[in-house]
């Protein structure tokens, strides 16, 4: 059974820095992409970031490009979303997701099978 776990959010003010990381488990393919999701309130859920494991290929939203790292351990069992220049805007609920697979959209919600409970990041001004 597949298993993710997100830690690392919290409070910061505009222009800090948070790392949440996803330790995950349970994994039977060797072909799958971990990603990054956030949902603020009264929008939908978006795409953040993601890593296709097969090939390290990693894909970014415009609006988190060059302040946002995502990146894994030797072992791929933890997953980190390094933020800095943390905006008021990033304010959200951030979700780890995995799925099987060669994707068509890296950052489509629909292509992922397995979800964390998400974890809190609120940026204040």
């Known amino acids: 059974e597949v298993q993710l776990v997100e830690s690392g959010g919290g409070l910061v003010q505009a222009g800090g820095s948070l790392r949440l990381s996803c330790a995950a488990s349970g994994f039977t393919f060797d072909d799958y992409a971990i990603a990054w999701f956030r949902q603020a309130p009264g929008k939908e859920r978006e795409g953040v970031s993601s890593?296709?494991?097969?090939?390290?290929?990693?894909y970014y939203a415009e609006s988190v490009k060059d302040r946002f790292t995502l990146s894994s351990d030797d072992a791929g069992n933890m997953w980190n979303l390094q933020m800095n220049n943390l905006k008021p805007e990033d304010t959200a609920v951030y979700f780890c997701a995995a799925g099987p697979g060669d994707f068509g959209d890296y950052l489509d919600e629909d292509e992922y099978d397995y979800w964390g409970q998400g974890t809190q990041v609120t940026v204040s001004t």
């Open positions: 890593m296709s494991v097969l090939d390290e290929n990693t």
